[in-house]
Every structure is written in C-alpha cells, then in structure tokens.
C-alpha cells in the first residue's frame, strides 16, 4: 500500500511543485498550446474513513459563470465533482475534486490521475472564460 510520504515523493519527481505543506502539494501541470493547470493533491485522515488521497483543480470564479451551465457541461463526468473552495477568505472558485482511498491507489497511476484531473479542469476554464487563470 502506498503511503503519502510516497505519493508525495512522486508528485515532486513527476511535476514542478509550486506550494508545498506537511498534507498538501500544488502540481503544476504543463498541457499543450502552453497552457498549464495546477491541481492540488492532499492527503486526507479520517478515524472512520482512513486514508485518502485529494486531487483537486480550480477552473472559474463561482461570480464570473453560470452554475448550471457549469453542471450541465459535467453532468456526465466520471471522474471528478464540482466542488465550491474559499479562496483568500473572500473569493471563491470551482474547481474539480476527487479523492481515492490510500489503500486503492496504485502509484503507478498517479501522474495519470493528476494529469486526467488537469485537462479536465483546463478544458472547463478555456470553455468557460477563455483565460489560463488556473
């Protein structure tokens, strides 16, 4: 089983890492027409649930577009749900959120997982406001 000291090894071997913590990195992900997506991978705890790691990418200020334009454009995503964070205590984004059990992730996987999770997010931000703010 993988452990979060590994999954963050790989993380800084596979992707430039702009912000690092004990429980949290912040990927930046390089994807064609020089575009590039930062995709935050955390490590969740739970005394219920265990382990799990968090792979999350903002894509659009929630006061810039429409919510439900939003939820119809990934009504058929398999991958990831829409997710609401705060950002700098008065700005909030959307962003793309999914999680996997420590136990169930194969390292193997994981720059697959982060960069699925980066196109995903780029996509909706270039559909939605044409910038690479994200």
Do not use: C
Not at 2 to 24: C, I, Y
Not at 90 to 99: F, I, M, N, P, T
């Amino acid at each position: 089983m993988a452990t979060w000291t590994d999954v963050s090894g790989l993380v800084h071997k596979m992707f430039q890492v702009r912000n690092s913590a004990p429980e949290r990195l912040a990927a930046d992900v390089r994807l064609s027409d020089d575009r590039s997506q930062l995709v935050i991978v955390g490590h969740l705890q739970s005394d219920t649930f265990g382990e799990w790691v968090m792979f999350q990418s903002a894509f659009a200020d929630l006061a810039s577009v429409d919510v439900v334009d939003v939820l119809r454009r990934t009504q058929s995503s398999f991958f990831a749900g829409i997710n609401l964070m705060l950002v700098d205590d008065d700005s909030e984004v959307l962003s793309l959120r999914y999680a996997v059990q420590m136990e169930r992730l194969k390292p193997e996987h994981l720059a697959q997982d982060i960069i699925l999770m980066a196109n995903l997010a780029d996509q909706l931000e270039k559909d939605l406001s044409f910038r690479d703010e994200f």
